[in-house]
């Protein structure tokens, strides 16, 4: 069980981790603002390797053309996509390492809320099933 608070940013960690640690990785949040965007990206990009990642928000609060290029520009291939249903659910996934949290990919989640989650090491199976359906 992880928890973050102003000056722990704890639950970033973990989302950097699962981003940093994987060639391909799947975020669910149902919002992401320009911090969000840039810290996923950077975490991508300071592995040196390419990287693959998915999110699927529900509202993004960036400029998606500009979101993609500095993407590619840092050797990251994203996908965005809106998610079809009504969504709340905030999962941080790789082949191995699963992150459930109440952590959205905003600035305020990420660096000053307190916001709690569960780390599984080593995946779970049936989460893509699960990420499946809310694009479905």
């Excluded at 603002?33 to 960036?62: C, M, N, Q, W």
């Amino acid at each position: 069980v992880a928890k973050s608070r102003l000056g722990e940013p704890t639950i970033a960690a973990g989302i950097a981790h699962v981003v940093y640690s994987s060639d391909a990785s799947i975020l669910v949040s149902p919002f992401l603002d320009g911090y969000g965007a840039g810290f996923v990206v950077g975490a991508a990009a300071l592995s040196g390797k390419p990287r693959h990642v998915t999110l699927i928000v529900r509202r993004a609060e960036v400029d998606v053309g500009e979101l993609r290029r500095m993407a590619g520009d840092r050797g990251v291939e994203l996908d965005l996509r809106i998610a079809q249903r009504p969504l709340h659910a905030k999962i941080y996934a790789s082949r191995d390492d699963l992150l459930v949290t109440s952590a959205n990919l905003l600035r305020g989640s990420l660096l000053r809320n307190i916001e709690v989650g569960i780390m599984i090491r080593g995946g779970l199976p049936g989460v893509e099933s699960v990420i499946d359906e809310l694009t479905a």
